[in-house]
T-cell receptor
C-alpha cells in the first residue's frame, strides 16, 4: 500500500526557534498534501493544503507566516513552525493524496513537537 | 471547524463483542471515510464509502451511510484486543476539493 513518512518523529525545541517537519510519499506521487494538528485527546484539525508548485492554502485562523509550507516536489512537503512557542506544542500529521481530489488520503505517522 | 460529530465518545467492550459507533455530519459530501488511530500514532485508513453507496464491508468492518440523515455508522464485529484505538470519521465535502473534516472520534477499549 501507499506509504507516507514523516521526519522527525518527535522534536523538542526551545521557545523562539524554528522547526522543520518533512512529509514524504515513498511510493507514489502526491500533487496534494495536507497538514493537520492534533492536540491531546482531540480530533485532527486541518491546517493547510499543500499543492506542488504553488502556494499552500491555509484554513481560517492558521497563520501562514508562522506555519510555512513548501511543496517542492511531488513526493515532499515541509512544514516549518517559525518562532515556536509552548502553545505550538502538538502532534502534527501530514497526509498525501495520489491522483485527483476525492480519493483516499494516506497519513504519515505524525511528529510530536514539544516547545519548552 | 469539525464537521462530524461522533458518538459514543468512548466505548468499552469485551473481546468477541461487536462495537458500533456513529458519525453525523452537516453538509453534502463526496465520500465519508473511517480511520483508526492507535495512541500517539498516525491514522490508518479503514474504509471509504461514496455518497451513492449505502453499505460497505471490509473484513470485520461494516460501514453504512445514510445521506438523507447525514449519518454513518461503523460496526466492528467479533472485536479483538488489537482493535483498541480511537476511530474517526472524516467527510470529503462536495465543495472542499479533497479536504477532510474529521469528527471528534470514538475511543474504543476492548478488554480480553
Amino acid at each position: 500500500g501507499a506509504v507516507v513518512s514523516q521526519h522527525p518523529s518527535r522534536v523538542i525545541c526551545k521557545s523562539g526557534t524554528s522547526v522543520k517537519i518533512e512529509c514524504r510519499s515513498l511510493d507514489f506521487q502526491a500533487t496534494t498534501m495536507f497538514w493537520y494538528r492534533q492536540f491531546p485527546k482531540q480530533s485532527l484539525m486541518l491546517m493547510a493544503t499543500s499543492n506542488e508548485g504553488s502556494k499552500a492554502t491555509y484554513e481560517q485562523g492558521v497563520e501562514k507566516d508562522k506555519f510555512l509550507i513548501n511543496h517542492a516536489s511531488l513526493t515532499l512537503s515541509t512544514l516549518t513552525v517559525t518562532s515556536a512557542h509552548p502553545e505550538d506544542s502538538s502532534f502534527y500529521i501530514c497526509s498525501a493524496q495520489p491522483g485527483l481530489a476525492g480519493g483516499t488520503q494516506y497519513f504519515g505517522p505524525g511528529t510530536r513537537l514539544l516547545v519548552l | 471547524s469539525q464537521q462530524g460529530e461522533e458518538d459514543p465518545q468512548a466505548l468499552s467492550i469485551q473481546e468477541g463483542e461487536n462495537a458500533t459507533m456513529n458519525c453525523s455530519y452537516k453538509t453534502s459530501i463526496n465520500n465519508l471515510q473511517w480511520y483508526r488511530q492507535n495512541s500517539g500514532r498516525g491514522l490508518v485508513h479503514l474504509i471509504l464509502i461514496r455518497s451513492n453507496e449505502r453499505e460497505k464491508h471490509s473484513g470485520r468492518l461494516r460501514v453504512t451511510l445514510d445521506t438523507s440523515k447525514k449519518s454513518s455508522s461503523l460496526l466492528i464485529t467479533a472485536s479483538r484486543a488489537a482493535d483498541t484505538a480511537s476511530y474517526f470519521c472524516a467527510t470529503d465535502g462536495s465543495d472542499s476539493w479533497g479536504k477532510l473534516q474529521f469528527g471528534a472520534g470514538t475511543q474504543v477499549v476492548v478488554t480480553p
